[in-house]
């Protein structure tokens, strides 16, 4: 059974810092990875996919990096602005059948002006 | 586009009662996913459909939860009795197709389901 671990649960960093959120997987089977930043009382935002078959993703400063064999990604968030204060979660979906995805915890990130 | 829309967007009910949620897709997507995020957690999937067949309901605590997703569009979910520990936020998504290409799934607002 698929398992997904954030750490740490919570983060406070004053703005312009950078920063990374960890995410680990006790299973190396994945298709691939996703990180999803939710807001309060809102759904959940699609940041970044990376595939299997890749090793990091980027979109503005966000970075994320995938290590199927040690089972860890992380997402590197550079220059920190308070509007990325939010929870951040990551999910794995398996190599075959239904796309389910397997979710951690969330990271809740607050960023401090 | 147009997103993913749930309703309602909040409910408050007390435990025994029954209550049910709706969802409507994003136009010409074929799969539907429900979720179950209990507050401090991370979504957990409780049922997924292709069209409007069930590819996984393998969470769905079946004594108590129901879906159905006819004409392959809307979907509701229901949940008859409610119990306490079902309070949470409950999320829909929607993507393309599954099968064994992914494609990216994109998620409504939520339920926030109260149970006194």
């Known amino acids: 059974k698929q398992e997904v671990t954030q750490i740490p649960a919570a983060l406070s960093v004053p703005e312009g810092e950078n920063l990374v959120l960890n995410c680990s997987f006790t299973?190396?089977?994945?298709?691939?990875l996703q990180w999803f930043r939710q807001d309060p009382g809102k759904g959940l935002t699609s940041l970044l996919l990376?595939?299997?078959?890749?090793r990091e993703q980027t979109s503005g400063r966000l970075n994320a990096s995938l290590d199927k064999s040690s089972g860890r990604s992380t997402l590197y968030i550079a220059a920190s602005q308070p509007g990325d204060s939010a929870t951040y979660l990551c999910?794995?979906?398996?190599?075959?059948?239904?796309?389910?995805?397997?979710f951690g915890q969330g990271t809740r990130l607050t960023i401090n002006p | 586009e147009a997103g993913v829309a749930q309703s309602p967007r909040y409910k408050i009910i007390e435990k025994r009662q029954s209550v049910a949620f709706w969802c409507n897709p994003i136009?010409?997507?074929?799969?539907l996913y429900w979720y179950q995020q209990i507050l401090g957690q991370g979504p957990k999937l409780l049922i997924q459909?292709?069209?409007?067949?069930?590819?996984?309901d393998s969470q769905l605590p079946k004594d108590r939860f129901s879906a159905e997703r006819l004409k392959g569009v809307d979907s509701t979910l229901k949940i008859q009795p409610a119990k306490l520990e079902d309070s949470a936020v409950y999320l829909c998504?929607?993507?393309?197709?599954?099968?064994?290409?992914?494609?990216?799934?994109?998620f409504g607002p939520g339920t926030r389901l109260t149970v006194l």
């Open positions: 990376i595939q299997s078959s890749q």
């Open positions: 299973d190396s089977a994945i298709y691939n």
């Open positions: 999910a794995v979906s398996r190599i075959q059948g239904a796309q389910k995805l397997v």
């Open positions: 459909f292709q069209n409007n067949g069930v590819v996984d």
């Open positions: 998504a929607s993507s393309r197709t599954s099968g064994n290409s992914y494609n990216e799934q994109f």
């Open positions: 136009s010409g997507h074929a799969t």
